[in-house]
């Protein structure tokens, strides 16, 4: 099936930036849904083209005809009409997404394809209710999504095999870097790396081994630095699977290996240290440098994107 309307329900952080993924392909046209009659439905999508047109990654003119190929409705029907793909971005609540999936499927096409944005959520109990789970599909964006490449196409139990490929040729034609995820497994593939590292980041904090500051410093400016080109397992080639083994034996054993979250994480919940938003979390941040960390991170993203292969 030839992707090219595609309806978003939820008008969100997410689902505005997909809306913006979406429609800066010239041959998709997008509906937003939500329930919420808005002022403006497209002020995020507005900002984030904002930013772009700052750092030189869009044009003005670009911009107008993003816009002009999406559209907004609270009416679910008038979103779903001719919907090839539809995308949900609703809150992460398993009732409310299998419902939503569950209400929709009798007013979309037959062959319409239903994915879920879900961070963490099993994929096969989102398409729970639904009569045709062949069809459900995860698709998971990374934020923001109009920048950020990786899309993690995610097979539930059910979902057949020509949808997978359908969804992961779509985001392709479209310039995203979607990897299949074969397994419906917490936290997918991307995530299942990134929380392995967060757990042996915080279990050095904690053991006192380097400050949260360190930490990122080792990350940004050694490891971090080559992995935009030189993919871990890669590195493990390149290196010798023979001295990889060698360190794993050696290393392994003195690794976090905790099942349960981070203690100091706990305390500093506790103690209402939420990060950027209460101004501390792991480091005291100011207003001024929680917005130019969220600014200076876009800005970087557009640059590293624009030489991606
Ligand atoms: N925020 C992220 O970084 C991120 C990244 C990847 C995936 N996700 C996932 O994307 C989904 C949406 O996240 P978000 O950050 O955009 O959330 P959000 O809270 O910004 O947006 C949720 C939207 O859903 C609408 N909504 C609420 N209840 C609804 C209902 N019962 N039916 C229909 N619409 C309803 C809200 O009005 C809102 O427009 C979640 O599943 C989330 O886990 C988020």
Partial sequence: MDIKKIAVLGSGLMGSGLCLAFARDEHTSVALRSRAKKQDPFAGVRSAMDILIANDAMTGGEADAILSRMSFTDDMETA????????ECVPE??????????????????????????????????????????????????????????????????????????????????GKKPVKCMKDVQGFIANRLQHAIWREAL?????????????????????????????????????????????QRGVLPYLADNKAPSKLLETLVAEGKLGFKTGEGYQKWTPEQADERNRALREYLIKATKDLK
């Fill in 203 to 247: 279990y050095m904090v904690e053991a006192g081994i380097a400050d949260a500051a360190t930490v990122d410093e080792a990350l940004r400016y050694g490891p971090g630095l080559r992995w935009p080109h030189l993919g871990i397992l890669e590195n493990v080639d390149m290196v010798g699977t023979d001295l990889a083994l060698d360190i």
């Fill in 93 to 174: 609540h398993m009732e409310i997404k299998q419902n939503l999936f569950r209400d929709i499927e009798p007013l979309v096409r037959d062959d319409a394809i239903l994915a879920t944005n879900t961070s963490v959520m099993s994929v096969t109990e989102i398409a729970g209710k639904t009569r045709k789970k062949d069809r459900v599909v995860g698709t998971h964006f990374w934020n923001p999504p109009y920048l950020i490449p990786l899309v993690e196409v995610v097979k539930g139990d059910e979902t057949s095999l020509d949808v997978m490929d359908t969804v992961y040729d779509y985001l392709r034609k479209i």
């Fill in 80 to 87: 779903l009409d001719g919907a090839d793909l539809v995308v």
